[in-house]
């Protein structure tokens, strides 16, 4: 339609219709734009108010997030954040990783695809906003778009609440584009073989090979699997798949949830307590840490791991720890997601 008059109506009345293309939306978490109070209460407010994070009903949350957590969390998170700020990019790590993967994603399409994609990225809270990219999307003529959640398991409290502000966001569009999902890739033979990868090459920089790999997953209340979310599942397998993959005994390898939240029991063995028993208890005094559930270091990976759960086990009598890093911007990660796409790209465009 572009450049082309509709026949029902005179050029000059007629909108210029940018139309053809095929958008492919990255989407992670969200990070604050700053980690000064007012930027992360922001933040967190949004994060925290989401009703697929924390499901309480809200005359009970609301009282307590703003007038306890929000005071005092912002404080410490942005510490934490600080901690780990990329100073000179002025941005968090998971922002800075996101458009490198991005970028090297945008570049391995069009080489594959040319002019008929666009790629961009977006965040569940914060900036730049999902609705906004996906308004951008339309704009420049995308007909279809492949809507991408950069979270290997699904959860409902990340993959589905992406996903609903994708679908929020379309509501809001005259002209709403085809839409495609891509689901968890938790299983993809490309996705476990990164994960190897990254494995294997971290393990031959080492002296002493570790004793043991403790696979570490972000947690969630325990209550949520109960309810059907199948994340814990989820998380079993891809540790099942490393393992096979690596061709290790399943000895070798021990998966925990990290990160909990609030009152409830979460997902165990939490990865705080269990390194600090690994040490004392089971005499593994070198240990390497990976986090599969994140697709880009973060604060829960850089700060949490590297920093709170590292401190565990060495005050338990641990002597070498190994944080291995996501796959972030990793060739192997970069074919992988790609791979993904293609193939839930199907007959949306042609080589
Ligand atoms: C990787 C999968 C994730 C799941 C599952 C998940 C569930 C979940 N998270 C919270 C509470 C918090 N998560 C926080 C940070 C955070 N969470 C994920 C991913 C998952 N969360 C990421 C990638 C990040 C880091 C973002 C970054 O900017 O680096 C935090 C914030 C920490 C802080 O600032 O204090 C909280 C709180 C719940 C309750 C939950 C399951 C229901
Ligand atoms: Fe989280
Ligand atoms: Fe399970």
Redesign the pocket.
């Known amino acids: 339609m572009k450049d082309v008059a509709c026949p029902a109506h005179a050029p000059a009345e007629h909108p210029a219709v940018p139309r053809g293309k095929t958008g492919i939306l990255l989407a ?5 734009d700053d980690y000064s109070y007012w930027p ?1 209460r922001r ?2 407010n949004e ?2 108010s989401d009703k ?4 309480y009903p809200w005359w009970k949350w609301q009282p307590i997030l703003q007038l306890i957590i929000l005071t005092k ?1 912002p404080f ?3 510490e ?2 600080e901690s ?1 700020w990329d100073k000179e990019r002025g941005e ?4 800075v990783i996101t458009k490198e993967q991005t970028a090297a994603i945008a570049d391995k399409m069009k080489a594959q695809y040319g002019d008929q994609v666009m790629v961009d990225f977006c965040m569940r809270y914060g900036n730049p906003s999902t609705p906004s990219k996906v308004r951008e999307m339309v704009a420049a003529g995308c007909e279809r778009i492949l809507f991408f959640p950069l ?3 699904y ?4 993959t589905a609440t992406a996903n609903d502000q994708f679908f929020r966001a379309l509501m809001k569009e005259k002209w709403q584009p085809a839409s495609r999902t891509v689901p968890a890739y938790f299983e993809h033979p490309a996705y476990i073989e990164a994960l190897a990868t990254s494995v294997e090459s971290a393990y031959a920089e080492r002296e002493k090979r570790p004793d043991l790999l403790v696979v570490s ?5 325990k209550r ?1 699997l109960m309810e059907g979310d199948p ?1 814990h599942c989820q998380c079993q397998k891809t540790t099942r798949l490393l393992q096979e993959r690596l061709g290790w005994e399943k000895t070798e390898l021990r998966t925990t949830f990290q ?1 909990q ?2 009152p409830e029991d ?1 997902l165990r063995p939490y990865t705080v307590e269990e390194v600090a028993r690994l040490a004392e208890e089971e005499g593994k005094k070198n240990i390497a840490v990976i ?1 599969p ?10 700060e ?1 791991i590297n920093e709170e759960i590292k401190e565990s086990f060495e005050e338990a009598g641990g002597e070498e720890f190994l944080y291995i890093p996501c796959l972030n911007a990793d060739e192997a990660h970069i074919n992988a997601l790609s791979r993904i796409i293609g193939e839930n790209l199907g007959g949306w465009v042609s080589p």
Do not use: K
Request: glycine share 10%; proline share 7%.
């Open positions: 992670n978490l969200g990070t604050p992360m933040y967190l994060f925290l697929r994070v924390i499901d969390r410490s998170s942005g934490a954040y780990i968090s790590p998971l922002m979270y290997p398991q959860a409902g409290a990340t997953y972000h947690g969630m209340p949520y994340y990160s939240f609030g979460w986090a559930a994140f697709s880009a270091d973060c604060i829960e990976t850089l949490e």
